[in-house]
């Protein structure tokens, strides 16, 4: 039973275009949300978050927005650059993290 | 300077044999964390202690067994190892137990079981 889904395994984009990655949830009692971002041989890093009072956190070249009643969130990563290649988990905290199944994002020189 | 280390990095054994998965973490975090990923990639939470405490016990068997000799380390191991234990374990820690600047996770211990 995948509480967080991440339903697109991978995705291509060109170097300098947006990459946005999809994350869906069913629990609506989580308020909390995390992307992680990983790459072969290492242990997830943590990328951005955002809480749930929120619909949108930005740092950087990532943003993360929120829409709570379709219970989905998307990273946007603008400009997209080649070392962004990496498996990216979107995760929901109730008393733990739980993570979805990931996303493996391969940029385009 | 690692903030999570696991050791080891890789592990292959046969199967029914103990063993065990070290992991330390220099952050002063208060919680602690075993994740396992599995064939599918799925990162699935087993066990979380606080200040040596456990505080979450998922469905895991009871084969396996955390041990928390002090908050810095929290150390996996496993009995009669079976051929579905084979995944990548990782360890994390976090600054409380409402994780909300996210977790610190190590580079994860590959678990070969033939």
């Known amino acids: 039973d995948q509480q967080v889904k991440q339903n697109s395994p991978s995705l291509s984009v060109q170097e300098g275009r947006i990459s946005i990655l999809n994350c869906d949830y069913t629990?609506?009692?989580?308020?909390?949300f995390l992307w992680y971002k990983k790459y072969p041989a290492e242990g997830p890093t943590f990328l951005i978050s955002?809480?749930?009072?929120?619909d949108k956190n930005e740092d950087g070249r990532f943003t993360v927005f929120l829409n709570k009643s379709a219970k989905h969130l998307s990273l946007h990563i603008v400009p997209s650059q080649p070392g962004d290649s990496a498996v990216y988990f979107c995760?929901?905290?109730?008393?733990?993290?739980?993570f979805g199944p990931g996303t493996s994002l391969s940029v385009i020189p | 300077d690692t903030a999570v280390s696991q050791t080891p990095k890789y592990l292959v054994t046969q199967m029914g044999n103990d063993k065990s998965i070290k992991c330390e973490q220099n952050?002063?975090?208060?919680?602690m964390y075993w994740y396992k990923q599995d064939s599918k990639k799925f990162l699935k939470i087993m066990f979380s202690?606080?200040?040596?405490?456990?505080?979450i016990n998922e469905t895991v068997p009871n084969r396996f067994s955390p041990k928390s000799p002090d908050k810095a380390h929290l150390n996996l191991h496993i009995n009669s190892l079976e051929l579905g234990d084979s995944a990548v374990y990782f360890c994390?820690?976090?600054?409380?137990?409402?994780?909300?600047?996210?977790?610190?996770f190590g580079s994860g211990t590959r678990l070969t079981v033939v």
């Open positions: 955002i809480s749930s009072i929120k």
């Open positions: 952050l002063g975090h208060d919680t």
């Open positions: 994390a820690s976090s600054d409380g137990t409402r994780a909300n600047y996210g977790y610190t």
């Open positions: 629990n609506s009692m989580f308020d909390y």
């Open positions: 202690y606080n200040n040596k405490e456990l505080i």
């Open positions: 995760a929901a905290m109730d008393d733990k993290v739980i």
